[in-house]
Every structure is written in C-alpha cells, then in structure tokens.
C-alpha cells in the first residue's frame, strides 16, 4: 500500500525559510512524478510545484525562484525547499504521486499525504 508522509511545515516570519519533506512507501523506487500542492482556506487548491523522472522540476510562477525541489531516491524523499516565504505562501501543503505518465502530464496525482501546515506571519 502507497503512503506518503509529509513533514516540516510550521510558522515563520516573512522572509524566512521552510524546508517540507515528503517520505513515498509502497513504491519501487521514487514515483514516476511527485509534486507539492497547497490550499488555504476559501480557495481551491494549487500546485505549487513538481518533480517528473523525465523532464525534472517545475514550478509555479508565484513560488519561481524562492522554492527550489530536491530528491533523495535512496530514501524516496521529494523535499521542498521554501525561501523568503510570503504571507501569501501561508496554507495546508499536500504531497503528491502518480506512477502513470499521462496522468502526470496533466498533474492528476492519485495518492495523496494529510498534509503540513505552513504559516507565514508578516
């Protein structure tokens, strides 16, 4: 059975940094694609940025430049790194994966974490 567990998420002054890490079991190896999403309350929610075996990172144009996506295979790990956070960046963040490339393609993830709150005061 697939599970994936988020970690790292907290409170921080603008400006300031954040590292989220999200642990993938039940797979061989890392997923096919992996990605982060968030959602604050009242909105739906938004990729915010994700990593695909085969075309590597991308990001939303909001967090370009101050996240930045690392993978560990050897511990399955997808870490986001988050610099000079915005209160805007304060919501719930959620880490995906998807084994199906199609699917990844179109950023439809099947299996999701309970999500790490991340709160950014200014």
């Known amino acids: 059975q697939v599970q994936l567990v988020e970690s790292g998420g907290g409170s921080v002054q603008a400006g300031g940094t954040l590292k989220l890490s999200c642990v993938a079991s039940?797979?061989?190896?890392?997923?096919?694609?992996m990605g982060w999403f968030r959602q604050s309350p009242g909105k739906t929610r938004e990729w915010v940025a994700s990593?695909?075996?085969?075309?590597?990172?991308s990001y939303a144009d909001s967090v370009k430049g101050r996240f930045h996506l690392s993978q560990d295979n050897a511990e399955n790990t997808l870490s986001l790194q988050m610099n000079n956070l915005k209160p805007e960046d304060t919501a719930m963040y959620y880490c995906?994966?998807?084994?199906?490339?199609?699917?990844?393609?179109?950023?439809?993830?099947?299996?999701w974490g309970q999500g790490t709150q991340v709160t950014v005061s200014s």
């Open positions: 039940g797979y061989t190896g890392i997923p096919y694609c």
């Open positions: 990593f695909t075996r085969t075309e590597g990172s």
């Open positions: 995906a994966a998807e084994e199906v490339g199609y699917n990844c393609r179109r950023r439809r993830y099947n299996s």
